[in-house]
């Protein structure tokens, strides 16, 4: 049973309907389209559940994300992180993609709870002044440790980190994983759900 099923109880059905759309045309797409940049390459439904939990237990409000692609992900942040009032800040490189992430936001009543940057992560993340107490990492994997070092001063006390793609890409993540278990004031560990997600919290 997938992640959007497992919520019945307390994500409405049409929420949960534009999700399912949103997934399924996601992977058609990917199935036709072999350029990188074209591909939706959606989170994968049970970590976007995980991530959920993960929000809504910890009560954190300032996320920022890297990779919204078509909002797939953004859209179940913004929906877990909305009962704390909270906000988040979604980056990607394509303006295609922030285009159908602003309509499947729009479509999902959400366009109010995330504010769309489109450009370099990197350079976007110097920009901001924080602090967030979520961040999730889920494009452009060999960057991962630059935007860490970018984003290390401008995280909350208490603050969890994720990033994605764990166990399917090990090589490209390999040096982030290096950079957060050498941090000595997170606690960090690796759940192999949908592509593996690594997780670490300092608090």
Known sequence: MNGIAELKKVMDQRLREL????????LEND????????RMLNLEPASAQLLSI?????????????????????IWLAWSLAPA???????????????LARENLRRADLLDRVELRTGDATE????????FDFV?????????????????????????????????HPEEIADYLKLVSSLADFQHTTV?????????YRG
């Open 19 to 26: 999700l399912q759309e949103i997934q399924e045309r996601g």
């Open 31 to 38: 199935a036709r389209v072999s350029e990188r940049p074209r």
């Open 54 to 74: 993960l929000v809504r237990a910890s009560g954190v409000t300032r996320a920022l994300e890297i990779g919204t692609s078509s909002a797939y992900s953004t």
């Open 85 to 99: 009032g909270g906000r988040i800040i979604s980056i990607d490189r394509n303006p295609d993609k922030h285009v």
């Open 124 to 131: 976007i993340a110097r920009q901001l002044s924080g602090p």
């Open 136 to 168: 999730f990492l889920d494009a452009d994997r060999p960057k991962f440790p630059e935007h860490m070092q970018v984003l290390l001063p401008k995280l909350a006390e208490k603050v969890l980190l994720v990033a994605d793609n764990v166990l399917s």
């Open 192 to 200: 192999p759900v949908g592509k593996g997600l690594s997780i670490a």
